[in-house]
């Protein structure tokens, strides 16, 4: 990897990228709600319990299988993988979630001229957009290369997920920088996970997570989106 593509990496998977990442919790705080996460212990415990049952079956592989219909411009099934990444959101607040992070990256990367013409006119066609779909134009578009393109998605994610347990149940910033730490070293065997995961494999049987989210649409209060 060369310092061009490492700043790019760097740039998808930085907090600052302005797509509103920190405005969900993917039920994390539904998780916080239900008595289910109470300290940094059982809050470790959630989110890698996730990363391997629910985003290491399903929207890593999914971002696996995005990355290579675009990098053979096979549009028709970067289409149809859209839309199966759609269907494959369990509550109306996970659609949502993944729908406007989606938008907000894809207007960005257009605007930024990511992309060439004709991969450019088949993302903006694209209404709804998942995101996992357009990291993976991001990714091609900057000659990212598969692992290093999982790796920071799934960084992100792992990050994302951290930063809403420093606000929700709440953590101290140590204790969420001891969950990082640990949880990142699980990354390497997600990445290879999902790069040999084929379709008829990919999983989002996820029904606790499902039935948190749809309850945190009517939580009293709440920090977050979802």
């Known amino acids: 990897m060369d310092l061009h593509e490492l700043s790019a990496l760097l740039h998808l998977a930085s907090p600052a990228l302005p797509i509103g990442a920190f405005s ?42 995005q990355w ?14 859209n839309a199966w990444l759609l269907a494959s959101r369990e509550s109306a607040e996970l659609r949502a979630e993944t729908e406007q992070m989606g938008w907000s ?9 990511w992309g060439g013409a004709a991969q450019q006119a088949v993302l903006a066609a694209l209404k709804p957009v998942a995101l996992p779909t357009v990291f993976a134009y991001a990714a091609i ?10 790796n920071a998605y799934a960084f992100s994610w792992l990050e994302n997920q951290v930063a809403a347990a420093l606000k929700a149940v709440p953590l101290g ?28 494999a990919v ?9 948190l989210s749809a309850r945190h649409e009517n939580q009293y209060s709440r920090l977050f989106r979802s």
């Open 24 to 65: 969900y919790s993917q039920g994390l705080e539904a998780a916080v709600e239900s008595g289910l996460i109470t300290d940094a212990a059982t809050a470790g415990r959630w989110i890698g319990s996730q990363l391997q049952c629910v985003f290491a079956r399903c929207e890593a592989p999914l971002l696996a299988l």
């Open 68 to 81: 290579r219909r675009w990098r053979g411009d096979d549009f028709a099934a970067v289409a149809q993988g």
């Open 105 to 113: 990256l894809a207007q960005l990367a257009l605007a930024l001229g």
């Open 141 to 150: 578009a900057h000659d990212i290369g598969l692992p290093a393109c999982l």
């Open 173 to 200: 910033q140590l204790a969420a920088q001891k969950l990082i730490v640990a949880l990142r070293a699980e990354l390497p065997a997600v990445v290879a996970r999902a790069i040999d995961t084929p379709p008829e």
């Open 203 to 211: 999983s989002t049987f996820a029904p606790h997570l499902a039935i």
